[in-house]
């Protein structure tokens, strides 16, 4: 439910030190429910006659992905090429706007 380790390069060139401690926290909580999650639900539908159902799991996970895709190119801002104080103040902006 994650991109990997583009999160870690961007939340560290990006956010102050406590941005990034929130990113790592939500990033390894996501990993940690798909880690829960899969074998719970896995033995679910292994139970079951059809195995259509474990695909059903793994189209789940993909929708997930898909979703989160989707606010990842809608909410993080391009900072290619701007000064950290640039990026603090894009943030600045982005996020005064919100309130």
């Excluded at 990006?14 to 990993?31: E, I, R, V």
């Excluded at 798909?34 to 474990?54: C, K, N, W």
Aim: glycine share 6%; proline share 4%.
């Amino acid at each position: 439910m994650s991109i990997g380790p583009i999160v870690f390069i961007y939340i560290a060139e990006t956010l102050p030190l406590k941005g990034f401690a929130f990113c790592f926290l939500m990033n390894w909580c996501s990993a940690m429910i798909v880690g829960i999650t899969y074998p719970a639900l896995s033995a679910i539908f292994s139970h079951r006659e059809q195995t259509d159902l474990i695909s059903a799991l793994f189209i789940f996970y993909g929708a997930c992905s898909v979703v989160g895709f989707i606010l990842f190119k809608k909410f993080v801002l391009e900072t290619s090429s701007r000064t950290p104080k640039k990026i603090e103040n894009l943030f600045r902006k982005s996020f005064s706007s919100l309130s």
